[in-house]
């Protein structure tokens, strides 16, 4: 009976574990502010991605706040950062900035 027992343990934990990693993965994509995930449509959530666009995820969320703020002034040349970064408030911007930076590989 403590074999049945510690085959079911040895069976029944790593799923748990799985499951409560795919669970708090899906509950940080939910918790993304509005405009967050538009980020991703041009910015490469991993590393290993060859673009000349720089990767967001894991960067100084002051870093991502004062270029999003220069994009938008114009004191930043764009292509077309500078008309993304108008639709957003400078409240949004740092929850955007906050939550990409949250973001680690």
Request: aromatic residues 4%; contains cysteine; glycine residues 6%.
């Amino acid at each position: 009976m403590v074999h049945i027992r510690r085959c079911i343990c040895l069976f029944i934990c790593p799923l748990a574990a799985a499951a409560a990693l795919a669970v708090s993965s899906i509950a940080s994509a939910a918790d993304a502010p509005p405009g967050a995930s538009s980020c991703s449509g041009c910015h490469p959530a991993t590393a290993g991605v060859a673009t000349p666009v720089p990767r967001l995820n894991g960067r100084d969320a002051g870093q991502i706040t004062t270029a999003m703020t220069e994009f938008r002034t114009g004191k930043r040349p764009a292509t077309v950062m500078d008309r993304i970064a108008k639709g957003f408030t400078d409240d949004e911007t740092k929850a955007i900035a906050a939550f990409l930076a949250a973001q680690k590989e």
